[in-house]
């Protein structure tokens, strides 16, 4: 596992390396250096020259005239408001160094601080400190690459870059549009669509148009695209330009939630089918473009990248290729640099090409992919990481093989001396899975690390470690108001998280990943167009289990301090009792319509 440890004194400190952010854990060899423990105050020195800062902490001393302060530092500083946690995750450009942090080695200073014999927090004593020097950068190993979406819109970290009022689409809602345009001002000074998504985005954007940007100026190259949400201006615009150029295929998803709605009178085109004419005026041969949707959805959100007519490059993962996909809904890409990867989803390119024969959903289009040996035989590679990818639609035997097999794992963790499952799931309700009925039963052991996230219409249901009742997290942000000194945090639409990806034995000696575009249902393995990726390699459990503790630690927070007067929110939470006691989310629905643009953190 990819971390980096120092010790002194009996204190030591751990850091675990993410995808552009690093979790910093704390542990001293017994209580007796722990006693009269105030909280923690880490300094962070940047690569570069760059001035050195202390991480930040709303929670702050009542009083802090009582306390040892410094003057010249931030109230909220952690020199000043230690961190009261045995954990703490820094993220790349959150509070500090702008919308492009440096890439480099980070020099972190964490130093317990203690309260004296009047509980009045003591000056910082430098010699009890411990600094360690972390490699901070974009996740890669091998040939695999890792993208998550930062999102977060509601947050005090998004407020202070872009306020309460920032849009996150110009008026309209136009299929295409200038994102360097102004979309809105902070403190006298307007930012763009383009700075905000770029925070917003932060590296599965930067994944995605790393992409785009190298087909787009090579002209060697060509992209095979699976699209299910189509409306990030920039993307289109990318894509066709490549249209233009006859450098594209594309299947795009014909689902009735992406196609023009007449509702009393009133014709609303979709983002989808206006896409669809516009690349169709525009195209050169051979680029072409496909609707389809399998029996129900063509769900994958993919590009495929060719050199010659030989793949080299892929992109898979949860995010869709959208506004609510890339800048509010929390998200994971991954990239692929590997011909032989890359030649496998090229042929479930193909097949589904040769199997969606008309626009309109149909049980023969999925029955015919599942009878494939694309669908019966999952692509597997024993390279860095070592990974198993299945593609759907499946016929009901390989659904129950495959989700069960992820039921086994999770089951095992609870006989394993320190089992763990954290897990960021969009849905877990609404379909007869046995992965949700799993995941649902975890709390009955408790002898099982558990920590998750799924989103539901009434709330966010978050499962929280040592305890068989889970919480109710507000899911409508229009419930929570932060008390002072907090700021108040932007009011973000529809459901928050997206993410579908399980992580089982962290610190076990075969950690594994689940994660892709599949929502790991039984219905939506059996009739959409989906890939699910299984990957054992402890350095990419470590980058994903880091966003479910950010996920879990940011919602739970919001719910803690949720206005307790709504009879609703208590009807929720009483009504959630007894799912919860077992890790059960409540209802959840897969609203990817743009209506329901979804928001987290």
């Known amino acids: 596992m990819a971390s980096v440890t120092g010790s002194n004194n009996g204190f030591a400190v751990k850091a675990y390396i993410g ?27 940047p690569p570069g020259g760059a001035p050195a800062y202390y991480l930040i902490n709303q929670l702050r001393f009542q009083d802090p005239t009582r306390h040892a302060q410094v ?38 200073t964490v130093t317990p601080r203690f309260f004296d014999g009047s509980q009045s927090m003591k000056a910082l004593d430098a010699s009890l400190g ?22 977060y819109m509601q947050s005090e970290a ?98 009735n939630l992406h196609r023009t709605q007449t509702t009393n009178g009133k014709t609303v085109e979709s983002s989808e089918d206006q896409f ?23 769900h994958d959100k993919i590009f495929i990248v060719s050199k010659g007519g030989k793949p080299i490059r892929v992109l898979t993962g949860s995010t869709n290729f959208s506004v609510t996909g890339l800048y509010v809904n929390a998200n994971h890409v991954l990239v692929f640099e590997d011909a032989d990867v890359a030649e496998h989803y090229s042929q479930v390119f193909e097949e589904s090409l040769s199997v969606l024969k008309s626009d309109k959903p149909t049980a023969a ?49 609870s006989l394993a001396p320190r089992g763990s499952v954290l897990f960021a799931v969009m849905q877990l309700t609404g379909s007869n899975s046995n992965v949700y009925s799993a995941l649902n039963d975890l709390h009955s052991n408790q002898s099982v690390f558990s920590y998750g996230i799924s989103d539901s219409p009434q709330g966010t249901s978050l499962y929280a470690p040592g305890t068989k009742t889970g919480v109710l997290v507000t899911g409508k942000p229009g419930k929570t108001t932060l008390p002072p000194p907090f700021d108040q945090v932007p009011i973000p639409p529809g459901h928050e998280i997206h993410d579908k990806f399980v992580i089982c034995g962290l610190n076990g000696t075969d950690p594994v990943v689940y994660c892709g575009s599949s929502n790991l249902a039984s219905g939506g393995e ?67 319509a743009r209506k329901t643009a979804a928001g987290h953190k």
């Open 276 to 298: 669809t004419t516009l690349f169709k005026k525009k195209a050169k041969k051979p680029a072409a473009i496909v609707r389809g949707c399998f029996d129900r959805f063509s």
């Open 158 to 255: 998004f407020a202070r870059h872009f306020g309460l009022d920032a849009h996150v689409e110009p008026a309209g809602k136009p299929l295409m549009y200038d994102t360097s345009q102004p979309a809105g001002t902070k403190n006298g000074q307007s930012f763009t669509f383009a700075e905000e998504y770029g925070w917003m985005g932060w590296t599965a954007r930067e994944q995605v148009f790393s992409v785009l940007n190298t087909v787009l100026h090579d002209p060697t190259l060509t992209v095979d695209v699976f699209a299910y949400d189509l409306y990030e201006p920039d993307i289109c615009q990318i894509l066709i330009t490549l249209a233009q150029q006859g450098r594209i295929r594309m299947i795009l998803d014909s689902a």
């Open 526 to 592: 059996k009739v959409n167009g989906d890939n699910l990726l299984e990957i054992h390699d402890a350095d990419v459990a470590t980058a994903f289990a880091i966003e479910a503790l950010l996920l879990v630690d940011h919602y739970n927070f919001l719910d803690r301090m949720a206005d307790p007067k709504k009879p609703k929110a208590a009807k929720s939470a009483g009504a959630a009792t007894k799912a919860s006691a077992a890790g059960g989310a409540k209802k959840s629905a897969p609203a990817h």
């Open 365 to 413: 289009f999925a029955n015919a992919f599942a009878a494939s040996t694309l669908a019966t035989r999952p692509f597997t590679s024993a390279s860095a990481p070592s990974l198993s990818i299945t593609f759907s639609p499946h016929t009901t035997t390989d659904v129950d093989s495959i989700l069960g097999n992820i039921c086994k794992r999770i089951q095992q963790e």
């Open 71 to 108: 003057t010249t530092e931030a109230p909220n500083a952690s020199i000043n408001a230690p961190i009261q946690k045995y954990r703490w995750v820094h993220v790349l450009g959150t509070a500090h160094q702008g919308l492009t942090p440096a890439i480099g080695n980070y020099v972190y």
């Open 130 to 151: 411990v600094s360690i020097t972390v490699p901070v950068g974009p996740f890669k190993k091998g040939a695999l690459s890792l993208g998550f979406t930062r999102g």
């Open 19 to 45: 995808d552009k952010k690093t979790l910093l854990a704390f542990n001293f060899a017994g209580a007796a250096q722990a006693k009269n423990l105030a909280g923690f105050s880490i300094r962070c020195r």
